[in-house]
């Protein structure tokens, strides 16, 4: 049985590469869009937000010399790369879905707003946003807050290369140790690094729960979705 109805989904962009070095590798897509149909299958609505920094990622642009605004509007032009790679792959396993973007660029998308997003997700499809929230100095990690806040889902789950959170980054310090469970509070108490401030007050303020799980291991999600005691889970109690 499922646990969530509706679903923000968080992808890393890093991710997306892979083995590579750079860009997209395809069977990583393949693997996300095949996890992504298990989960259209058990009947959950799926709302998607992908990063970009598998392509360009516009703080760490502009400590090489561009310009701000400009490296994160760059940085939204990657999210939309990545979207339509992601949309290309759902639709090869027979999955509907639609890239919506937060600044206009029909035909590439669909202009994002609440309601049409809503219709789409009501009629089963995937929902693919894209272009962050179409504003600079805002990551995807607070788009996808906004998103998950806005389309009313009950979870935002934040596939990344770990399966949870941890005392300290684990690929650094061996003795770091994992929770289950954790606060708000307890996140800025400790100062931990699960998201950017502005995405993790913005959840906690509209007490929009986060699982944080590996996305890279096969039949994670699915686990998550069925309430399988996964990754680490963050709210407010």
């Known amino acids: 049985m499922k646990q969530y109805n509706r679903v923000l989904l968080k992808l890393s962009g890093e991710s997306l590469m892979g ?25 959950t609505q799926v709302a998607i937000v992908i ?7 516009g703080l760490s642009g ?21 979207s339509l790679a ?23 998308g669909e202009f994002y707003t609440k309601w049409k ?10 929902v693919i946003l894209s272009a962050g929230t179409g504003n600079p100095f805002f990551t995807t990690d607070t788009g996808s807050s906004l998103r998950g806040i806005e389309l009313e889902c009950d979870v935002m789950l934040k596939g990344t290369r770990v399966d949870g ?30 998201m950017d401030l502005t995405a993790t007050t913005m959840c906690m303020e509209n007490n929009l729960p986060i699982v ?12 998550v979705l069925k309430g399988e005691n996964m990754g680490t889970y963050v709210s407010n109690d």
Request: avoid cysteine; proline fraction near 3%; hydrophobic fraction near 40%.
């Open 19 to 43: 083995q590579q070095q750079y860009g997209i590798d395809t069977v990583r897509l393949n693997d996300y869009a095949a996890e992504i149909k298990s989960a259209v299958e058990l009947g």
């Open 51 to 57: 990063g970009g920094g598998n392509i360009f990622r």
């Open 62 to 82: 502009a400590t090489k010399g561009f310009d701000r605004v400009k490296g994160d509007q760059m940085g939204m032009l990657a999210t939309v790369i990545n």
């Open 86 to 108: 992601l949309s290309s792959a759902l639709s090869a396993v027979g999955v509907r879905n639609r890239v919506l973007t937060a600044v206009r660029m029909e035909p590439i």
């Open 117 to 126: 997003a809503l219709e789409h997700l009501e009629a089963g499809e995937v």
């Open 165 to 194: 959170i941890y005392t300290a980054d684990p690929e650094k310090d061996p003795a770091a140790t994992k929770f289950d469970r954790i606060s708000y509070q307890e996140i800025y108490s400790r100062g931990l690094k699960v």
């Open 212 to 223: 944080v799980f590996d996305m890279d291991t096969p039949g994670n999600l699915m686990k």
